[in-house]
């Protein structure tokens, strides 16, 4: 009976370490669309990158030190906080992008038929997030 709970509880591991280090690479593509200019989505990415490391040292020692075998119940229900807390920033996130894309087309909707015969293509390369323009991708 111990040995089958030991097992049990090693199995949840299994769902929860992928999803946490699985968020990584779809997370860094979202932040690259949705950041501009090219220097503030440099530093965005850089940023993510430092969070995503830090999860990996909390990792290291959750799943050692402060998190006894075989069960691993804090690092478990660490892991899933974090995971539940991602979809709930990204779920914001989305409801918050959505809202600026809608704003941006009211925005732009005056003032587009006088920018555009000034600059063809809207601000150029350089145009930041800020602009009326700009469309979050989600």
């Known amino acids: ?3 089958v709970r030991a097992l049990h509880d090693c199995n949840s ?3 929860l370490l992928p999803g946490t280090y699985c968020a990584a690479p779809p997370l860094a593509a979202w932040t690259a669309n949705n950041t501009a200019p090219h220097t503030r989505r440099a530093a965005a990415i850089a940023l ?3 969070l995503t490391n830090a999860g990996g040292i909390l990792a ?3 799943l050692g030190a402060l998190s006894p075998a075989p069960g691993y119940v804090a690092a478990a229900g660490t892991f899933l906080g974090f995971q539940v807390g991602i979809v709930g920033c990204a779920a914001g996130a989305w ?3 959505r ?3 809608r704003g941006g087309r009211m925005l732009a909707g005056g003032a587009a038929q006088v920018q555009m015969q000034v600059q063809v293509g809207g ?3 350089g145009a930041s997030d800020e602009s009326p323009w700009f469309e979050y991708t989600m």
């Open 1 to 3: 009976h111990v040995r």
């Open 13 to 15: 591991l299994f769902l």
């Open 48 to 50: 993510l990158t430092t």
């Open 60 to 62: 290291t020692w959750l």
């Open 95 to 97: 409801m918050w992008m």
């Open 99 to 101: 809202g600026r894309n």
């Open 123 to 125: 601000e150029g390369k």
